[in-house]
């Protein structure tokens, strides 16, 4: 099991009420050990949800843990399972396990993922599990494809990730964020977005979400010309 190299935590930068929900549920959550199930379209900010709600219960950064089911082969996904199976009890203490595009395990991982986690509840094993979707498991279930008993015990807490577009006032905080962010890594002089920048970013569909306008931010940077 391995930990994915990050920065540090997205403060999820925002003026929406949706940000401002999102905000509220992380310092519930960050106070047990419920499983949480993130939906929502790919970009939506779900990976930062998972590691803000880690972070805001003062656990190490080290500490939070991701698979993603859609890029590690099903050999690699059941080894990971069994890696966290067998961690010893006090080495649960603090720890999150993200694991992203839970929609993609066959059947026999289904039930492994289930009989883990029964397991850790049961044992009462100071450990978290956040997971995340960016399809309708609900429909999963319908046609047979996914368990309806772990779906209902992954899923403690449901939140939906709203899409950029859904949230308009999200938009220009976001890309500000991550200009900040930019401008501090790179040392370039950029005084800001121009006028014009600005309207076609809060005119814009955003299909890819936080993650496409994150890339738009950072590929203006790359060919952009500072003053």
Sequence with gaps: ?????????????GESQFVAELKKIS????????SVLLKGEKGTGKRQFALLVH???????EDFFEHNCRVYSEHETERFFDLV??????DFLGKTIFISNVDNLSAVLQEKLLVLLRTTHEEQKNLRFIFSTEVNIED?????VFSNDLYCLMSSVPVNMIPLRQRKDDILPIANYYFAKLSTMSGVGFKGFSE??????????WPGNI????????????VGEPP
Excluded at 1 to 13: G, H, T
Aim: aromatic share 8%; glycine share 4%; proline share 3%.
């Design 211 to 222: 993650a496409e306008l994150k890339n738009a931010v950072e590929r203006a940077f790359i």
């Design 85 to 90: 199976s067998q961690l010893p009890s006090f």
């Design 1 to 13: 099991m391995r930990n994915l190299e990050y920065n540090s935590v997205n403060s999820l930068a």
């Design 55 to 61: 972070l805001q219960g003062k656990n190490n950064p």
């Design 27 to 34: 310092m519930v959550l960050c106070k047990n050990n419920a």
């Design 196 to 205: 014009e920048a600005l309207e076609v970013m809060k005119n814009y569909f």
């Design 140 to 144: 999963k279930i319908e046609q047979g």
